[in-house]
């Protein structure tokens, strides 16, 4: 017989986040979209992130991952995955935010220009989020998700589709505060 957990709620523990869109049309600049995990503290929960998770850079204690990065969109299924191993953060994070940045080196591009986008959010075989971003065809970025750790140590999942307008550093530095959104 097993003891009793000192806490029965089940918390969200591995989550991976699921990026997809179709290729540009032959002749254009390729389609660059990125998925972006921002970790904040509990002194500054909505102040800036602790660090950064996307294409150029990695979490310092390997519990978020960047396991596919795509440039153009192209190839099956989903073109990026990000893994969050959330049981594995140390007790200072208490908040975690995932979005996804479309790159503007080659003219404003938003969700509604970029054909086939897509977000799935799992944790194993069970799916937490899915979206199309058409809500935020406008938007150049848009948050997906939200993790937030309570006083427990329980970590919950929020979904909170949010467009932002702006190029990715902006978004990064902006992701995880309270202010407008489009």
Excluded at 152 to 169: E, I, K, Q, T
Aim: aromatic share 8%.
């Amino acid at each position: 017989m097993s003891t009793p957990s000192s806490n029965p709620n089940k918390d969200i523990e591995k989550v991976e986040v699921r990026l997809k869109w179709d290729p540009s049309e032959l002749g254009e600049p390729p389609n660059d979209l990125d998925l972006i995990a921002g970790t904040y503290v509990s002194d500054a929960p909505f102040g800036d992130p602790d660090y950064l998770v996307h294409h150029d850079s990695r979490s310092p204690d390997g519990t978020i991952t960047l396991n596919r990065d795509s440039r153009t969109g192209q190839g099956l299924g989903f073109d990026e995955v990000m893994t969050l191993e959330l049981d594995r953060l140390a007790e200072r994070y208490v908040r975690v935010v995932v979005g996804v940045a479309i790159q503007q080196r080659d003219g404003r591009k938003t969700f509604g220009t970029v054909a086939g986008t897509g977000v799935q959010i799992r944790e194993g075989y069970t799916e937490l989020g899915e979206d199309d971003f058409s809500r935020v065809a406008s938007a150049t970025a848009a948050v997906v998700a939200e993790f937030t750790r309570d006083g427990a140590g329980v970590w919950a999942y929020h979904w909170a589709l949010r467009g932002f307008d702006g190029d990715p550093s902006t978004f990064a530095a902006e992701m995880g505060g309270s202010g407008p959104s489009v």
